[in-house]
């Protein structure tokens, strides 16, 4: 096994990576000035972005759970892979060699890997065989649904042969059998014996965001086969079902651009609508769309709360008109509250799934599904009333029962009065008679979520409000850039180590020196200037913001990464003059106390019997008038 990877490797590894790239494959980024970025936190489930990104620091933070660090610590974190895959990963997307302490090559370092490994290989034994003739069925099958070949090798779709060949295959490869069954690339019988689990079947590759393959889905093809119609990977250390998407590796680029997603039921669906133009479309694998998906869905299309209604995206559900399908409906609707974004349905006239739809009817059709898609509280509301006879009156009493709970969750009052209006048209009854079932419905309605904690009192919140922007403040042992004061000097000294951290080069090492011998108010901070004391000879070296987070006691090291990735509050072409300026401003405050103290003691002073310590501390003073008049001709 190779040695420990050289820490030379490493830095080079992270100085060549932009955190925002690797950080884009799973959060959308918006812009939040200054060099910053945020979204929505990927660690914790939030409905306005804390979570913000500095790549040219390098390192990451979300000021609403804490969590925070750099371009390795956020794939330990989100794809649980060990420090040495992370490193190896990212080295792989540069084409960058590296060397190991003992100067050996780079090995396997971990079981993920192992099993990505043997999934690709897998997957592309797959697509070969799609053209042998054994697979003459699977062609067929693709081919009778409007998929060519280019379809096809698009999506990756291969076909799994029968008789333990993948196996076989594999283990010449040197993945052991039970290798393959953590993979869940194969089974092992009662007896012992390994077999493949997916056999005679057309195999659609499932991947994340990066492209990686995490498993498969297999539909059967043959009458002998008694297996389920379709067949998944099961539950394996990089698989879950539960949080992955079909064909979201292809479509993230054009649901973060056009901040919509459109979430359909199956893999040809998927298929049919992104060879028709609706490249948004995604599947769930073998699972009903719930929280996790939910979680992954508004971390793409960048969907949070917010006043300015043009950053809400577009959620849009294709169901089929079966029983099945409107289960769907039902568990997407329960769901629903759960996005700022706004939510559709999306159902063809003739209850045709986009692939039948494809079929029968061209592209045009399926796009045009898409586009007359209806808000989900009306597709909601209109299956409510339906299963009502609204000829009698007791049937539009029943129906009003039954839709007046479905118009009290709505959360947006003015659009909760518009359903109001339309709920009275549908029924033929006063809006009055509407609103008021809609209010008993919220009357009687379970309350949600977690009890609201105690408010503080005046004096209690306004000490501890964090700046705006940065979410509400995580517990941790350390301090925090949330538990600051907002007092002006405070601030100050805060946004001055945030310049200073974020654009030492801007900065320059003389205001660096200058700042590390004044004297800073908030304990917290002075941590930090002593760190950036100790290291001065450094500040204009990459890596600086990880050596002064390196430099500080552990208990420290979150608050440094805070102050590094916190965005600062100025345009991004008058940066360079921001940072100067507010440096310039912390120094020349420091000098204005140092010009009082003195003054104090020369009024208290007494000259005749003193005199030495009289004229010294005139001297004094008059340094450091030329410091506050040299440092403003500087600047």
Not at 621 to 630: P, S, V
Request: glycine share 8%.
């Amino acid at each position: 096994m190779a040695g420990l990877i050289k820490r030379s490797d490493i830095d080079e590894v992270r100085s060549r990576t932009n955190l925002a790239d690797i950080v884009g494959d799973y959060v959308t980024l918006k812009s939040a000035g200054s060099g910053s970025m945020k979204g929505l936190c990927p660690f914790h489930e939030e409905r306005s972005p804390s979570f913000h990104v500095r790549p040219q620091v390098g390192f990451y933070h979300c000021f609403g759970c804490g969590e925070g660090g750099d371009v390795y610590t956020f794939l330990q974190r989100m794809d649980h892979v060990s420090f040495s895959e992370a490193v190896e990963r990212l080295a792989g997307r540069i084409s960058y060699e590296l060397h190991y302490e003992d100067g050996g090559a780079a090995t396997d370092h971990g079981n993920r890997a192992r099993i990505l490994a043997a999934n690709q290989a897998a997957s592309e034994f797959f697509v070969a065989q799609l053209a042998s003739p054994e697979a003459a069925p699977g062609r067929s099958f693709l081919g009778e649904r409007g998929f060519d070949q280019t379809a096809a090798e698009r999506f990756g779709i291969g076909f799994a042969p029968r008789g333990g060949v993948l196996m076989k295959h594999l283990n010449k490869l040197g993945y052991s059998s039970e290798e393959l069954v953590v993979a869940g690339l194969i089974g092992k019988g009662e007896r012992g014996d390994y077999y493949d689990r997916f056999r005679g079947r057309l195999v659609w590759p499932i991947r994340d965001v990066t492209g990686q393959t995490l498993g498969f889905g297999a539909r059967r093809l043959l009458d002998d086969d008694k297996g389920p119609k379709y067949l998944n990977t099961p539950e394996t250390p990089v698989y879950h079902k539960s949080q992955v998407l079909y064909g979201l590796d292809l479509a993230k680029k054009d649901i973060s651009r056009g901040k919509q997603i459109v979430v359909v039921e199956g893999y040809t669906d998927v298929m049919a609508c992104h060879l028709a133009g609706v490249t948004t479309a995604v599947a769930t694998c073998g699972t009903a769309f719930g929280v996790d998906h939910i979680k992954i869905v508004r971390r793409m299309i960048g969907d949070y709360d917010n006043a300015d209604t043009t950053a809400t995206g577009e959620v849009i559900f294709t169901f089929d008109p079966d029983e099945a399908g409107q289960k769907a409906a039902n568990r997407a609707f329960a769901e629903e509250h759960r996005f700022a974004a706004q939510t559709f349905v999306a159902v063809a006239p003739d209850g045709l799934d986009p692939c039948d739809l494809r079929l029968k009817k061209g592209d045009g059709a399926v796009r045009r599904l898409v586009t007359t898609r209806k808000p989900m509280f009306e597709f909601k509301i209109r299956r409510e009333l339906a299963v009502h006879d609204l000829e009698t009156v007791e049937g539009r009493v029943a129906a009003l029962r039954a839709a007046a709970p479905v118009v009290a969750g709505i959360r947006d009052s003015a659009l909760g009065i518009g359903y109001v209006r339309s709920v009275a048209g549908w029924l033929g009854m006063e809006p009055t008679e509407v609103q008021n079932a809609v209010t008993a419905a919220k009357r009687t309605a379970a309350p949600s979520g977690p009890p609201k904690a105690p408010q503080q009192s005046q004096s209690e919140s306004s000490s501890q409000s964090p700046p705006e922007g940065f979410g509400e403040a995580p517990a941790q042992a350390g301090p925090s850039i949330m538990s600051l004061k907002v007092d002006a000097i405070t601030r100050l000294e805060r946004d001055t180590l945030m310049a200073v951290l974020q654009h030492p080069d801007v900065v320059g090492a003389e205001l660096i020196g200058k700042l590390t011998q004044i004297s800073i108010a908030e304990p917290s901070l002075a941590v930090v200037r002593d760190a950036i004391a100790s290291l001065v000879d450094r500040a204009l070296e990459p890596g600086w913001a990880s050596a002064v987070a390196d430099e500080v006691p552990s208990s420290f090291s979150t608050f440094v990464k805070q102050l590094s990735v916190a965005p600062i509050p100025e345009r991004e072409e008058r940066i360079a003059v921001y940072c100067v300026q507010v440096t310039t401003d912390l120094i020349e405050r420091d000098f204005l106390r140092q010009k009082r103290e003195l003054l104090g003691v020369l009024q208290r002073m007494d000259r005749e019997s003193d005199p030495e310590r009289y004229v010294q501390t005139q001297r004094d003073l008059m340094r450091i008038e030329a410091d506050r008049r040299a440092l403003r001709e500087e600047t």
